[in-house]
């Protein structure tokens, strides 16, 4: 029948079938891979780590029992039209070991699944969440869901909830033989639809403005038809670049992300990412002279991690004198990769001072920007030598005039 009744016609002796039902019913959910199909998962629920819907869990003191959370699921119908809707109301309890105790040398696998029965093809009408008895094996695989093995029937319209891997001569059910195998999340048409990681992201027939909460990265995302993908909604934290590049697989203009490896923020503009200015990321202080200088000496620095293509300024306050008048002052800085700064990293700012009386100090105030440093650990400074003179060179530090160093990330 491709035209159905709609719910909720009547007439005598009824119009609306067991399919109508199911197929109405299906239209509140999440979709399924076409129109008219419904996602199978688990309706969203308590958000405890140890109370979630459908959860499958040893008991608080480990038995020979387990224990399944209550839950309502939603099960498409494969050998008819629509979706069941099931519940289970309360904690039920299961006890594994008792009538299957553990194989004396061998590895057992059961399977705790939930399953629907409906007599058009099935010998019982119901809803069950029971075990799937494993056979004892030395290559242990997932019993196959049939009347055999602990299911009340052989209807294929399930959702498996837990596998069981009972070890050798087991004689509780504990935690980490419990592997957690419960289907993925269900929401009511238009909610937001939790989704594991991108994974389970790739299982949907997606719609225009479908939202989804992606668990993993801890941020909503929107499908866009324009746009062929999905929209990130807010600024989204990722480790890297690489990390970035690949969480976003539809940035757009104007998109926010931030990148914790190395504290920067970025923005997409057209078709490419850019850096914004972070501000200060460093500064140093020292009350300590550096005395007795005549070559070029390092006097003042600092190790960062830098970003390959931003501009970094550097501003130095310091006071400085020479022994002998006369004397002229070069003031540099340099910035070189690596943890330390040598007088042969790269000079990016000079300047030469006037002739200074012996021991007079004066204060300083010295401002530098620089372009293409490496990514990675660098550091970046001050060096001071006596450019003309007799005398020696004093980097002050006393605690009336402490030399302090300023560094900012200012963009690209």
């Known amino acids: 029948m491709a035209d159905r009744n709609p719910l909720w016609v009547s007439d005598t002796g009824g119009v609306v079938t067991i399919d109508d039902a199911r197929i109405g019913d299906s239209a509140l959910w999440t979709p399924g891979s076409s129109n008219v199909s419904v996602r199978k998962g688990l309706r969203v629920g308590s958000s405890s780590l140890t109370t979630q819907p459908g959860l499958v869990a040893q008991q608080t003191v480990a038995d020979k029992t387990i224990k399944i959370q209550p839950f309502q699921a939603v099960i498409p119908a494969s050998r008819g039209t629509g979706s069941y809707v099931v519940t289970l109301d309360a904690v039920k309890n299961i006890d594994l070991l008792t009538s299957h105790p553990a194989h004396g040398s061998l590895q057992t696998n059961h399977l705790i699944v939930a399953q629907v029965s409906d ?40 959702i498996t909830l837990a596998r069981i891997r009972v070890p ?38 997606p719609y225009d403005g479908m939202g989804i909460w ?21 600024d989204a934290v990722c480790s890297s670049t690489a990390d970035r590049d690949a969480a976003i697989t539809t940035p757009y203009d104007g998109q926010m992300a931030y990148t914790t490896d190395a504290r920067t923020l970025w923005v997409r503009r057209s078709t490419t990412w850019q850096a914004l200015p972070y501000g200060r990321i460093g500064g140093s202080s020292a009350t300590s002279q550096v005395a007795g200088i005549v070559a070029e000496t390092v006097t003042d620095s600092i190790t960062f991690t830098a970003i390959a293509g931003r501009r970094y300024k550097l501003t130095a306050n310091f006071g400085c004198f020479s022994s002998a008048a006369g004397d002229q002052i070069q003031y540099q800085m340099r910035w070189q990769a690596g943890s330390s700064l040598t007088t042969s990293g790269t000079l990016f700012q000079s300047q030469r001072d006037g002739v200074k009386a012996t021991s007079t100090r004066e204060s300083i105030c010295m401002v530098g920007e620089v372009t293409g440093i490496t990514a990675g650990t660098a550091t970046i400074g001050l060096s001071l030598l006596r450019s003309s003179g007799t005398g020696t060179i004093t980097r002050d530090g006393s605690a009336a005039e402490v030399a302090t160093l300023i560094l900012e990330d200012v963009g690209v």
């Open 119 to 158: 007599k058009t093809w099935d010998s019982v009408n119901g809803f069950n969440v029971i075990p799937v008895w494993g056979t004892p094996s030395g290559t242990p695989t997932d019993p196959t869901v049939n009347t055999t093995n602990g299911a009340t029937t052989n209807s294929p319209d399930y």
């Open 168 to 205: 050798a001569n087991a004689l509780t059910i504990t935690a980490s033989m419990i592997d957690d195998l419960r289907p993925p999340w269900m929401v009511a048409l238009g909610g937001l639809l939790p989704i594991k990681d991108a994974t389970d992201r790739a299982t949907l027939t």
């Open 214 to 234: 992606r668990i993993d990265r801890r941020w909503a995302e929107v499908y866009s038809i324009a746009a062929g993908g999905w929209l990130v909604q807010s």
